[in-house]
């Protein structure tokens, strides 16, 4: 790091230091990327256009390192205000100073600046202005002394020490003080109850009733170091909601002779000597027990308790942001249906069907609501009216909401394929999760200002078939619905994760910026929402955009903007072939050169691998671009405008299955992943209530984490293993090779069933290399409430 010192005050290379340990990389790449962001460099253009910056890191990596950079840099700023606290009140020690500069966490730095912050007034204060605190450091210094003895040589009656208990009282005050502000004690107790303690959960007087729906909590444990992201927050919600009590703590021996092991633990570390629990100890062994006691029972477990909850729900919530930022990911990334004409369905009852046909560019063409049930039944008319739009414009996808009456909308739908073939249609049922949101929101509100709010939802289903992508950056990530508790999340920490998912995801696909939406091109690198309203103006009043110099004279657009924002901007069509790949501006030079090795015209080479064998990325590099930026160059080139996204595909819902009724074991059927947590995959079989597929039946092999196996968006083909009516469960494994188990009693319980008990249960069903098939339905119990 010798190179980065002249430029580099200690603290920053004591960041980049610790960044590069913590990532596996080197001070060198730290560096490049620090000063890019400094710079106003977004994640996804330094990922994909400054690979010899930074030595190639990824996007991962990138957003890691800018997440731990914020919160190194607020350790770092905390550290200099504690330096300078002890500093002004002339307390610190070269020893303090070391053990503070040496502080790798917030926690430990307020662990060391714990005695030094100014308190309100503590019983331990008090008993030092009656002149107790020698009669505490007397007691410690002398093996053979009587507390009681000694004490009564410190009463002080305007203080109202009158009696020696009293005095020993305010002893005992000043030492557990003293030892739970021991930065060294807190740190061994925190570690040992987080090691080896529990979480105890229990139902609260009188709520049994009311909080039914958390009766897998209602007398509970499991380690603090083993508990789930989900049953975490499970039980968090329980006592949020006053159904449930938590406590944390290492479970005492019921012999009263034998001492609580953490009380024992603090007599240990503090060295306050032997035979303090013995059968017959000495007075001193026996105040010195006491003390330990109060300082861990009064002081350390109070504190401990509300932080290790704290740090469980942090933890849990960290967790539960990484599964819904990961199936978001899914979700943006899913396959697009492309330019056809689609035909959106927001299923209704008793207020209809709505409909939306939008051509192949995503104009709306013509709407229309139709009543094909109850309480009209106007069966032959809506046939009548699908028919016709889907026929006037050429109608080639038909786009089924999966809400209230989807099943019953899908079998209309159906029935017009087999009654009019030619009309050659093809049914795909779409998530309508966040349409609601998007429909009565400003942005739908701009879109479509003539027409009525049902029907834009009726739209935006159909677009996000044509373009999962483009529809869903309309509306709020966490209304998107594929996370787990995301009202309980840090809201901010949610947002930021979630925003940073969309971003790259949009940068990943690239943006036809003749066509995006302002939401859409918002979310290009570089960009904000001025300047998508900006590009979206200018278009409007000008025209398309022959190229991407043309950017430029977009109002606000700016050379540091286009630096940005230019590679992920695409042209199809326009006056530059380069224009419509991912190949950026700034690198077209290289371009030119390649072509004018090998003799060839643009037209020629782009998209042609042939003119492109042999070709060696080092011939063309120069001190600004290296091999990682020519080595991208010659891909794009080979397939320009490459989609990472993959082939669309549809699922097929089983005909003659809509409800819960009409579900068997052993039914083999076809369906689409919701969701997925870290204990198994949601799937939509079409009966309007998802199935659990548990990560033990997600495949023969061990799995240790669902996405390995399924992603969010995914048609996957599942058996029926368990049906729970009245609680609305359903069981189901993507183990096709598995024996179907028992058939189901009258009343919806499984003829043999065990009783989950809090979960513990399910979670040890993924331990062995051979998961337990799931049978019984203690999984399911367990975990399809959580679905709720």
């Not at 008090?126 to 210094?141: C, K, N, Q, S, V």
């Not at 950056?473 to 594929?482: F, L, Q, S």
């Not at 076809?670 to 995959?681: K, L």
Request: glycine share 6%.
């Amino acid at each position: 790091m010798s190179d980065l010192s002249l430029t580099t005050s200690d603290t920053e290379l004591r960041i980049i230091a610790q960044l590069a340990e913590e990532l596996s990389v080197r001070p060198q790449q730290v560096a490049a990327v620090i000063e890019l962001l400094k710079d106003g460099a977004t994640v996804p253009f330094i990922a994909r256009y400054r690979k010899e910056a930074t030595g190639g890191l990824d996007d991962t990596v990138l957003r890691n390192l800018d997440t731990r950079l914020l919160y190194l840099r607020d350790l770092e700023d905390r550290r200099a205000a504690i330096l300078s606290s002890i500093t002004e009140q002339n307390k610190l020690t070269p020893e303090l100073e070391l053990a503070i500069k040496q502080a790798d966490t917030k926690q430990r730095l307020e662990d060391l600046y714990a005695p030094f912050k100014v308190k309100r007034r503590t019983r331990a204060q008090i008993a030092r202005e009656a002149g107790l605190e020698p009669l505490a450091d007397g007691i410690l210094a002398d093996l053979q002394c009587d507390p009681l003895t000694l004490a009564a040589q410190y009463l002080n009656a305007e203080a109202g020490i009158t009696e020696p208990k009293a005095a020993l009282d305010g002893a005992r005050d000043i030492l557990a003080e003293r030892y739970a502000e021991n930065a060294d004690l807190l740190a061994d107790m925190r570690n040992h109850l987080w090691t080896q303690g529990y979480l105890y959960s229990k139902v609260a007087d009188g709520k049994e009733a009311e909080g039914a729906n958390f009766r897998d909590w209602f007398d509970f444990n499991e380690p603090l170091r083993t508990l789930p992201s989900h049953r975490i927050l499970a039980m968090l919600r329980g006592r949020q909601q006053g159904a449930l009590e938590l406590r944390i703590g290492i479970e005492a021996s019921q012999d009263i002779l034998v001492p609580h092991p953490c009380v024992e633990r603090v007599a240990r570390f503090l060295e306050l000597g032997k035979g303090l629990f013995d059968a017959a100890p000495t007075p001193r062994a026996k105040w010195l027990a006491d003390i330990a006691r109060w300082t861990w029972r009064v002081k350390l477990l109070t504190m401990f308790e509300t932080e290790m909850l704290t740090r469980l729900r942090e933890t849990a919530e960290a967790e539960a942001i990484r599964v819904f930022a990961a199936n978001l990911k899914d979700l943006l990334l899913a396959a697009p249906a492309g330019p056809k004409a689609v035909l959106g369905l927001d299923p209704g009852i008793r207020t209809g069907v709505k409909i939306a046909a939008i051509d192949h560019t995503g104009k709306v063409v013509e709407t229309a609501t139709i009543y094909p049930f109850e309480p009209r039944r106007d069966r032959v008319g809506s046939l009548t009216t699908l028919a016709t739009i889907a026929r006037r414009h050429k109608i080639e996808l038909v786009a089924i909401g999966n809400g209230t009456a989807s099943r019953e909308t899908e079998k209309l739908v159906a029935d017009l394929m087999a009654a009019q073939p030619d009309l050659k249609l093809t049914r795909v049922v779409v998530s309508e999760a966040g349409a609601s949101v998007y429909s009565a929101s400003e942005l739908a509100a701009l879109e479509f200002p003539d027409l009525d709010v049902s029907l834009r939802g009726a739209a935006s289903i159909a677009r996000r078939l044509q373009d999962p992508l483009a529809e869903l950056v309309k509306i709020e990530p966490k209304a998107i619905g594929v996370g787990q508790y995301q009202h309980d999340l840090n809201q901010r920490e949610l947002a930021r994760s979630l925003d940073a998912v969309v971003e790259d995801c949009v940068n990943a696909v690239g943006v036809d910026v003749n066509t995006a939406s302002a939401a859409l091109l918002t979310r290009v690198s570089g960009l904000n929402s001025t300047l998508a309203k900006n590009i979206v103006s200018y278009r409007d009043a000008k025209g398309v955009f022959p190229n991407r110099s043309a950017l430029k004279e977009v109002p606000r657009f700016g050379e540091k903007a286009f630096e940005q924002a230019a590679g992920f901007l695409r042209i199809p069509n326009g006056d530059n072939p380069l224009d419509a790949s991912s190949v950026h501006p700034e690198a077209y030079p290289v371009v030119e050169r390649i072509l004018k090795k090998i003799a060839a015209d643009m037209k020629e080479v782009i998209g042609n691998r042939d003119k492109l064998k042999g070709l060696s990325p080092s011939e063309f590099t120069d001190e600004r671009f290296g091999v990682p930026t020519v080595r991208d160059i010659l891909l794009e080139l080979e397939k320009p405008g490459r989609d990472p996204r993959p082939e669309f595909t549809t699922a097929t819902f089983k005909e003659g299955v809509e409800t819960l009724n009409d579900l068997l074991p052993g039914m083999l059927l076809e369906g689409v992943v919701t969701n997925v947590a870290n204990f198994g995959a949601f799937v939509d079989i079409g009966v309007h209530q998802d199935g659990l597929v548990h990560i033990s039946a997600l495949a023969e092999k061990f799995v240790s984490d669902p996405r390995d196996v399924v992603r969010v968006g995914q048609t996957v083909k599942v058996r029926v293993q368990e049906v729970d009516i009245p609680r609305k469960r359903i069981a189901l494994t993507m183990r096709l090779n598995d024996e179907t188990p028992p058939a189901r009693s009258a009343g919806g319980a499984p003829a043999s069933s065990n009783r989950s008990s809090g979960g513990q249960s399910a979670s040890k069903q993924n331990k062995g290399a051979a998961p337990e098939p799931l049978g019984q339905g203690a999984m399911a119990a367990a975990f399809a409430k959580l679905k709720r």
